[in-house]
């Protein structure tokens, strides 16, 4: 903990969001655990912030919609428990210039250098923890964000 300058570790979850002391939790896990752990923060009264997918099917995001709802009946506006999902490359000025492109003949590709070697791996590769075809909604997200 020294090391990387970190005050306090948890040992797990539940240790996590049973701290008074903590108040928002940013889960950036692998796509599969999105769900409980959102789920565990809300329910523990913490403000969730979730890495895209919020969740693996729309059956359980909806869950986490209305379990943020059902935990804010003044609609979210006050300091009280909600989930969220971020864009944060959205403000930056090469989307905003891609998004005054013409959408009728946008072409998008995705360069990225984490499987570079045979022996790399990701747990985006195995379906079972939200990889392969589900991928679109883990960085596919950002296209069709900058499409909207």
Same mark, same amino acid.
């Given at each position: 903990?020294?090391? %990387?300058?970190? *005050?306090?570790?948890?040992?797990?979850?539940? *240790?996590?969001?049973?701290?008074?002391? +903590?108040?928002? /939790?940013?889960?950036?896990?692998?796509?599969?655990?999105?769900? !409980? @752990?959102?789920?565990?923060?809300?329910?523990?009264? &913490?403000?969730?912030?979730?890495?895209?997918?919020?969740?693996?099917?729309?059956? @359980?995001?909806?869950? #986490? /919609? !209305? %379990?943020?709802?059902?935990?804010?009946? !003044?609609?979210?506006?006050?300091?009280?428990?909600? +989930? /969220?999902?971020?864009? +944060? &490359? =959205?403000?930056?000025?090469? %989307? &905003?210039?891609? =998004?005054?492109?013409?959408?009728?003949?946008?072409?998008?590709a995705s360069l990225q250098d984490w499987l570079?070697?045979?022996?790399? $791996?990701? $747990?985006?590769? @195995?379906? !079972? #923890?939200?990889? *392969?075809?589900?991928?679109?909604?883990? /960085?596919?997200?950002? $296209?069709? *964000?900058? %499409?909207?």
């Amino acid at each position: 903990m020294r090391e %990387l300058k970190v *005050d306090h570790a948890y040992s797990s979850l539940d *240790d996590l969001v049973r701290d008074p002391n +903590v108040s928002a /939790i940013h889960i950036c896990t692998p796509n599969y655990v999105h769900f !409980e @752990q959102s789920k565990a923060a809300l329910e523990a009264g &913490k403000r969730a912030m979730c890495e895209k997918p919020l969740a693996m099917d729309t059956g @359980q995001s909806h869950s #986490l /919609i !209305e %379990l943020s709802r059902k935990l804010n009946p !003044e609609g979210g506006r006050s300091l009280a428990t909600f +989930v /969220i999902t971020c864009f +944060v &490359k =959205r403000p930056g000025p090469s %989307l &905003k210039n891609a =998004r005054s492109a013409n959408r009728a003949s946008f072409t998008a590709a995705s360069l990225q250098d984490w499987l570079l070697y045979p022996t790399d $791996w990701n $747990w985006r590769l @195995q379906p !079972e #923890l939200g990889g *392969d075809t589900r991928v679109v909604a883990d /960085i596919g997200t950002h $296209w069709l *964000d900058l %499409l909207t």
